[in-house]
Every structure is written in structure tokens, then in C-alpha cells.
């Protein structure tokens, strides 16, 4: 299929600090990649081949604030979790908030969106065929 999205970036000041907030929230394993030329974090969410429940990687960088208007394009991603309720709790324990409060994709999931603690927007979505508000 053509278009098909293969990886992500988070753009982060301090690429450590927001390596340990993904791996607490949601237990990615998280490397850094031992290139003197780039800060570079390169990210598993799941493991490879796992047509159960198919997904992506991806790596965080270091944000780049001589880029005009001193700022870098922005990308959301929205991650699929168990419940959404319990994800938020660990988001906020973690450093990060909640921007936008869970509400229901009817008859279809329930969807909120947080940010990481770099201001990073990120969704939560947790499929239910019974969701409504």
C-alpha cells in the first residue's frame, strides 16, 4: 500500500529526559544511537513482525532552534493503548498533561490527547465498539 506511515520523530530539547518519559509511560525501549554527529534516540515500540498488533518506530532528536522562525514543524501521533483513563494517570505521574479530555469516537474508541513534557501533542485511543457520551 502505497503512503503507508513507517516512522516517527519527537523533536525534544532534552532528548534523555524525554527518552525516560516515553519509556515510563508507555515502556518503549529506547536507545541512543552512538553517532557523534546527531543526538539521536531510536525508538521500538513493539516487535518487528507482530501482525497481531502492526505499528511503527520511530527516534527522538534534538530540536533544532536556529531553524526560522526558531521552531520545527510539529507532527501528532496518536497511540493505541488499553485505557485511555489509565494512560493519563501515568502521562501526568510521568511529567506530561492532559490538553484535551477523553471523549468518545462513537462507536468506535474513545480518544484524548496529552503532551509529553516538552509540550509534544500526542493522542491516546482506546478502541470500544460501545463508546459514546
Excluded at 513507517?6 to 515510563?24: G, L, M, N, V
Excluded at 530540536?63 to 493505541?80: G, Q
Aim: aromatic residues 10%; charged residues 20%.
Amino acid at each position: 500500500m502505497p503512503n503507508r506511515v513507517i516512522h516517527f520523530e519527537i523533536h525534544a530539547q532534552d532528548t534523555a529526559k524525554s527518552a525516560d518519559f516515553y519509556r515510563k509511560v508507555f515502556g518503549w525501549e529506547i536507545k541512543s544511537w552512538d553517532n557523534p554527529l546527531v543526538n539521536y534516540w531510536s525508538i521500538t515500540t513493539g516487535p518487528e513482525g507482530n501482525s497481531a498488533e502492526p505499528g511503527i518506530n520511530g527516534g527522538i532528536v534534538a530540536r533544532e532552534s536556529s531553524v526560522p522562525p526558531k521552531t520545527e514543524p510539529s507532527t501528532t501521533f496518536v497511540i493505541n493503548v488499553s485505557s485511555v483513563d489509565e494512560y493519563i494517570k501515568k502521562i501526568i505521574a510521568a511529567g506530561g498533561r492532559n490538553v484535551v479530555k477523553k471523549m468518545a469516537i462513537h462507536g468506535m474508541a474513545w480518544l484524548a490527547y496529552c503532551t509529553d513534557i516538552e509540550g509534544n501533542v500526542f493522542g491516546l485511543y482506546e478502541a470500544d465498539p460501545k463508546a459514546q457520551n
